[in-house]
Every structure is written in structure tokens, then in C-alpha cells.
């Protein structure tokens, strides 16, 4: 698996876990919801991404 799947993989586990957890435990979960939605409107922007550069030091390849 490369890093642009894996990085895809982990934005949509994230983005459906924070809507659970908002809807089950505490709205403010949602507030996480919205931060991975903005880290990937920058990334398109930027060509940057954190989670790209956590995941290439953990040894998935490019």
C-alpha cells in the first residue's frame, strides 16, 4: 500500500469515527471532524500534508 492510499484510508476512518463520536458521546467531536476537512482543503492547496510525512517515516512506501 502507498502513502496516498494509506493517507486516504486514515482522513475517512477519521472523519467517520469523529462523526460518531460526535453524534454518540459529545458534539464537540465534530470541531475534529471539520480540522481533518481543512488539513486536506490545505494539502490540495499546498502539495503538504503532516500525516504524509508521519506515514513515509514509518516506512509505507511512496
Not at 486516504?8 to 472523519?15: E, K, M, N
Not at 465534530?30 to 503538504?48: C, E, I, K
Not at 503532516?50 to 506515514?55: D, Q, R, Y
Amino acid at each position: 500500500m502507498n502513502v496516498e492510499r494509506s493517507l486516504r484510508l486514515i482522513a475517512g476512518a477519521f472523519v467517520l469515527l469523529s462523526l460518531a463520536l460526535g453524534y454518540w458521546v459529545n458534539p464537540y467531536w465534530f470541531l475534529f471532524t471539520a480540522f481533518v476537512g481543512l488539513n486536506l482543503l490545505q494539502s490540495g492547496f499546498t502539495n503538504w500534508c503532516p500525516m504524509m510525512a508521519i506515514l513515509r517515516k514509518a516506512g509505507v512506501k511512496a
